[in-house]
């Protein structure tokens, strides 16, 4: 393992790759900082862009745009309590606070380090975990695998939806899309209706650009009349008001470590996300602080959990899709979509089909916390006043950019109308609850599902017992059913709360009437 | 809006659709005999998709017959819905006009058009910015990514 780290090394110190490294990181930070703008936006945007590199150069550069994106997400959280991403929610609350005492440049410096941190110990668990389980996962066949994507879809569609029915339907319409043209099984065209450019199904760039970018430049227009805030980084007279000192980043490091932990844990399970993490392990920090009464007031403490546990979960949510073939999310399932262009496939294989880019690929990785330290370490000023560009400059811009994304994957001007078509289907999809990550990840998966689903017939013939005669078909199942279940009672208590919160605010109107 | 009765009206047309998947054979055409058969799965799909959008639908239909109150989350708020009509009508033009007119040509009035739509009234900015964008993103994908964006082909 560690030969094939070191040429992983050697294959990333090169100009293109390093230059990818740097433009992802410089795109990451201002489209993770430009309100409205996330970096699953920014990938999606960026994708098309890596085509036409070799895979090492694309893929390292969308894990650039994916990590400095999630750090730049902290930027306006910190200036304007305006959360980039819903796991800069906490952040927002502690980053603000702090701003307001004139202290924004101390959380803009806990939050990068404790990001870079939360990154850098979640790859190197994403190094030395990530092979191991893949031996692993190898001796799953077809069997197995049926019912370890069953069980991925039944969690990620009951947990990451807003309801086990809407999450669960997110999934299968995904699936149903999925199928639309030649079956690679049996070759015949399903769903085209005779039109020829169904045949090869949707274009998965278009589609994913409508899906899950354009709903966000949709959201921004239907809010057009709301007042634009310009970021803006104050200074105050007080030089330690302005940094982090190492004594205080050594009084946080036991908080950042246990918050990367919980942060690598949450994020190597499929279907939860950073918002999980970020919520568990600020959390766990306030419940373990000397001072818990300054979380949600300005805690350097509370900002280094949540911004270590939601950075550590890029890392770590490669985890499942590199050995087992699972987007774990969102933006996994989008980083998916980027390995199959470049023509990795993810899962076990990959380590023995393509070892010298997956470690470069990681070496990219640990490549990338470091250019992404002094990168956003030195241009806090220039970052704020690029993501304070009014949004009547940024979002024709990224209408073109989809554009022009969506009919570079196919050259033609039928992607650009999936692009329309998924755009709407995006939109509508949010509108009544149904989730749109999910639904990609249905897409992705489905395939794989089919072609082990028809492997695993011919194993077993007519004899259908032969499903359950392996322990993990046992396992997979019981899992799903604890997922669910769990899940059942985490949407049933937190339901429970909100309403007992709603009866307390009404009693106290009406008491105050 | 109240998304409860949309909820109801997507589940019914979900459920048809499902319905005519598992009872249509002309949906597949072609391809070799398989133990499974190209359909097997589009129909596993319908019999879940008939599920959730059955228990989707039929607890919205309970609320409304109950008249519960409805929560924050059921509201769909169409406030700033005309622009977002304006946004996807200029983009349907947009797709229709680029092959004849030309990316260059359509992509800066476009851009102005989006721009003022999101209340940007900067005029000189504006339109320096809906120029010189389409001119990178034309030659930066011919040149470095051997994509060639359409040009005006109206003859």
């Known amino acids: ?83 980039g991403a819903a796991a800069s929610f906490l952040t927002a609350q502690d980053g603000n606070a702090l701003t307001k005492q004139g202290k924004a440049g101390k959380a803009l410096d806990i939050s990068l380090f404790s990001s870079v941190t939360g990154e850098a110990l979640a790859t190197l668990v994403l190094i030395f975990v990530a092979a191991p389980i893949s031996v692993i996962s190898l001796q799953a066949g077809p069997i197995e695998k049926v019912f370890l994507l069953l069980f991925a879809f039944t969690v990620i569609g009951s947990l990451a939806g807003e309801s086990i029915p809407r999450g669960l339907l997110s999934c299968v319409l995904g699936m149903l899309f999925a199928m639309v043209g030649l079956s690679t099984i049996t070759g015949a065209s399903r769903f085209t209706f005779g039109v020829t450019e169904l045949m090869a199904g949707f274009t998965f760039t278009p589609m994913l650009i409508g899906i899950l970018v354009m709903p966000e430049v949709i959201s921004t227009i239907r809010l057009r009349h709301k007042p634009h805030h310009d970021l803006a980084l104050s200074k105050s007279a007080n030089p330690d008001d302005n940094r982090i000192n190492f004594k205080e980043f050594r009084s946080v490091f036991r908080t950042i470590l246990k918050s990367t932990g919980i942060g690598t844990f949450v994020g190597a399970l499929p279907g939860l996300g950073s918002s999980t993490a970020a919520f568990m392990a600020y959390g766990e920090a306030k419940r373990t602080s000397k001072t818990p009464e300054k979380f949600g007031k300005g805690s350097v403490e509370g900002i280094a959990a949540a911004e270590s546990a939601n950075n550590a979960v890029c890392g770590s949510s490669l985890i499942p899709m590199l050995t087992l073939s699972i987007p774990g999310d969102d933006v996994a399932a989008l980083l998916m979509g980027a390995f199959l262009i470049h023509g990795l496939t993810p899962g076990p294989l990959i380590f023995f089909e393509h070892t010298e880019t997956i470690y470069a690929i990681f070496a990219g990785f640990l490549l990338t916390d470091l250019f992404l330290l002094f990168i956003a370490r030195s241009g806090f000023g220039f970052f704020t006043r690029v993501a304070s560009l009014k949004r009547h400059f940024i979002f024709p811009c990224v209408t073109i950019f989809a554009f022009a994304g969506a009919f570079t994957a196919g050259q033609n001007m039928n992607d650009v109308l999936i692009l329309i078509v998924f755009t709407i289907i995006g939109y509508g999809m949010r509108l009544v609850g149904l989730n749109p990550a999910v639904f990609i990840i249905g897409f992705i998966l489905t395939p794989f599902l089919e072609q082990n689903l028809d492997q695993a017939i011919a194993i077993v013939g007519t004899d259908y017992h032969l499903f359950f005669a392996s322990p993990f078909s046992w396992v997979f199942i019981a899992l799903s059913i604890f997922f669910v279940y769990s899940s059942m009672r985490m949407k049933k208590k937190s339901s429970s709360i909100l309403a007992s919160t709603l009866e307390k605010t009404i009693d106290q109107k009406g008491g105050a009437q | 809006m109240d998304r409860r009765k949309v909820d109801v009206v997507i589940s019914a047309i979900l459920i048809i659709v499902s319905l005519i998947i598992l009872t249509n054979d002309s949906l597949s055409e072609g391809g070799v005999e398989t133990d499974l058969g190209s359909m097997f799965l589009p129909r596993i799909v319908a019999c879940f998709i008939i599920v959730f959008s059955a228990v989707i639908g039929i607890q919205s239909l309970l609320k409304l017959s109950k008249k519960a109150r409805m929560e924050d989350i059921e509201k769909i708020d169409l406030t700033g819905f005309m622009g977002v009509n304006i946004y996807i009508g200029t983009f349907i033009f947009y797709w229709f006009l680029v092959p004849y007119v030309g990316f260059l040509l359509v992509t800066p009035f476009v851009m102005f058009a989006i721009a003022y739509l999101l209340g940007g009234r900067s005029w000189f900015a504006m339109t320096a910015v809906s120029i010189i964008t389409p001119v990178l993103v034309f030659y930066g994908s011919s040149h470095f990514l051997r994509v060639f964006l359409p040009t005006w082909s109206l003859s």
């Not at chain 1, 433009?23 to 862009?49: E, H, K, Q, R, T």
Request: glycine share 14%.
């Open chain 1, 1 to 83: 393992m560690f030969d094939n780290i070191i040429g992983g090394f050697s294959s990333i110190l090169a100009v293109g790759p390093i230059l990818g490294i740097i433009a992802g990181i410089f795109v990451g930070i201002i489209f993770g900082a430009i309100p409205g703008i996330s970096a699953i936006m920014a990938i999606a945007i960026i994708l098309p862009l890596t085509f036409y590199v070799d895979p090492i150069i694309g893929i390292t550069m969308l894990l650039a745009v994916y990590k400095a994106g999630i750090y730049g997400g902290s930027i306006s959280a910190i200036l304007i309590n305006t959360p």
